[in-house]
Structure formats: C-alpha cells, structure tokens
C-alpha cells in the first residue's frame, strides 16, 4: 500500500482516498458489527483515521480483541497507543525461549513504565526442547517458527475475533503489500500503524521521550531470537543468510 507520508496527521488534504482492494466478508455470524462488514468497507472506514483513532474504533466495531507484541525495537509505539486508548488491554507476548536477555529486560522495562497486563505463550515444552537439542533454526526455521510461535499463537487466537499487530508497510516486501485489514483463516488481522513511515515512528518515539530497545543502539534495526538476529538495516539481519523474511505468523 503505497500512501502520502503523513497522511494520517494531515488527511483532510489527502481525502477522499481511493478503496482498497479485497472483498471478503468478515465472515461469521456474529452479534459483532464490525463482523458484517467487508474487509473493504473496514479498510475504507479505518484508512483516512490516525493509529490513535483507529485502536479507539477498533473498540467499538469488535468485542473480543487480541493485542501481541514482540517487544522488538519498534513495539513501544503500539505499546504507547493502546496505554493511551485501552491501557486495561492485555499484552500477549510469545516468548519462544530464545529471546534475547535484552529484550526481556526492555520487556520488563516497558511492563512497569506502562503497567501493562502482559501474558507470556510458551511453547509446548517438549516440543521447544526438541527444537533446542536439535538446533532446528539451522537446520528448519520454518519448522522452529511453527513450534515455537505459529503453534502456540493458534492456541491464543481461539475466541477472538481480532488480532492487532505493529506490522508496518516500510519494513519489508511482504509487508508493504498489506492492508489495514486482512481476512487470515478464521481471525481478521488489524495493522493499525501499518503506514506510518520510519522518520514518523523515530519522531514520535523521540517526541514521548520514549525508551528504545537496548541492543538498537548497537546496530539491531530488528531483533527477534538470539539465533536468527544479528546486525543490520531495517530487518536485514533477520534469518540474514536464508530467504526466510517472515516467522509465519504474518503470512
Ligand atoms: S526465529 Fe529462529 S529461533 Fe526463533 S522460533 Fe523462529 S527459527 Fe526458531
């Protein structure tokens, strides 16, 4: 989805905006509004809206909302929204086993800053175990992403109607190609950040005197487990010698 920088701040200029591509109903027979509507006619509704309103409406469309975040380097403007639009919302984190210490540090940082109800999934134990003895990021990422996050992840979906990610267009191919709303099996997946340029989010990460994660300043653009991270631009050093840009749970 390519979009005016800055629309979101200043969309009275930008308006009317064309409507998006798409067309599946949201699909079950619900008593939730938003449930009745398509994909389209909520991309249509939600796009000229900022993050900030869009989280507030999302609350008002659906009853049973699921929130996950990475605590990766740019969670904290998703994590600063929802304090100010729904601080009593749950926090699902995934944690693979294999994050980094930092990372659970930041967690905890941010856990205390914004009181946050945060919930920890875990993996079944003994199938994370047998992805430690067998190193299976080497061998299977994919296979490694599916045990430790898209599995557990599935468990969490049940009895929810929506889930709201900080995904954002600019951080990589896949993501770039993605609406505000997308129908994803049995879940409607909510991206309210999704066209908010890198300069905007420094900007407004600097502007609420916001605390970055702790291993950005030492060249992690992205950062998710300790095997599959290392240094570099934007999520290059993401799974950085294998074609694998996305764990699965986004695709
Ligand atoms: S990111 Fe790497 S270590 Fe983490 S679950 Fe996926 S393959 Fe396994």
Same mark, same amino acid.
């Given at each position: 989805?390519?979009?005016?920088?800055?629309?979101?701040?200043?969309?009275?200029?930008?308006?009317?905006?064309?409507?998006?591509?798409?067309?599946?109903?949201?699909?079950?027979?619900?008593?939730?509004? %938003?449930?009745?509507?398509?994909?389209?006619?909520?991309?249509?509704?939600?796009? +000229?809206?900022?993050?900030?309103?869009?989280?507030?409406?999302?609350?008002?469309?659906?009853?049973?909302?699921?929130?996950?975040?990475?605590?990766?380097?740019? %969670?904290?403007?998703?994590?600063?929204?929802?304090?100010?639009?729904?601080?009593?919302?749950?926090?699902?984190?995934?944690?693979?086993?294999?994050?980094? %210490?930092?990372?659970?540090?930041?967690?905890?940082?941010?856990?205390?800053?914004?009181?946050?109800?945060?919930?920890?999934?875990? +993996?079944?134990?003994?199938?994370?175990?047998?992805?430690?003895?067998?190193?299976?990021?080497?061998?299977?990422?994919?296979?490694?992403?599916?045990?430790?996050?898209?599995?557990?992840?599935?468990?969490?979906?049940?009895?929810?109607?929506?889930?709201?990610?900080?995904?954002?267009?600019?951080?990589? %191919?896949?993501?770039?190609?993605?609406?505000?709303?997308?129908?994803?099996?049995?879940?409607?997946?909510f991206y309210p950040v999704l066209d908010v340029s890198e300069a905007?989010?420094?900007?407004?990460?600097?502007?609420?005197?916001?605390?970055?994660?702790?291993?950005?300043?030492?060249?992690?653009?992205?950062?998710?487990?300790?095997?599959?991270?290392?240094?570099?631009?934007?999520?290059?050093?993401?799974?950085?010698?294998?074609?694998?840009?996305?764990?699965?749970?986004?695709?």
């Amino acid at each position: 989805m390519t979009l005016p920088k800055g629309y979101w701040r200043n969309r009275d200029r930008y308006l009317p905006f064309p409507l998006l591509a798409g067309g599946a109903r949201g699909g079950r027979n619900n008593t939730t509004f %938003a449930l009745q509507m398509t994909i389209d006619e909520l991309n249509e509704k939600y796009l +000229p809206l900022t993050p900030e309103q869009r989280i507030a409406e999302v609350y008002k469309d659906f009853n049973k909302v699921l929130f996950t975040s990475s605590f990766g380097t740019s %969670a904290v403007f998703l994590l600063h929204l929802f304090n100010r639009v729904k601080p009593e919302e749950t926090v699902y984190f995934l944690d693979t086993t294999y994050h980094f %210490a930092e990372t659970l540090e930041y967690k905890e940082k941010l856990t205390r800053m914004f009181d946050l109800k945060v919930v920890d999934v875990l +993996p079944e134990d003994w199938k994370n175990k047998f992805t430690r003895d067998d190193h299976t990021w080497h061998k299977d990422p994919d296979f490694c992403c599916s045990i430790n996050k898209v599995e557990p992840m599935e468990r969490i979906k049940k009895g929810h109607e929506i889930w709201v990610s900080g995904l954002m267009s600019y951080q990589n %191919a896949h993501r770039s190609n993605l609406n505000i709303f997308e129908k994803k099996k049995d879940i409607i997946k909510f991206y309210p950040v999704l066209d908010v340029s890198e300069a905007e989010l420094n900007k407004y990460l600097e502007v609420n005197n916001l605390p970055v994660h702790p291993l950005k300043p030492l060249g992690y653009s992205s950062v998710g487990c300790v095997h599959c991270t290392s240094k570099g631009q934007g999520r290059e050093g993401r799974w950085s010698n294998k074609s694998k840009t996305e764990c699965g749970l986004h695709l």
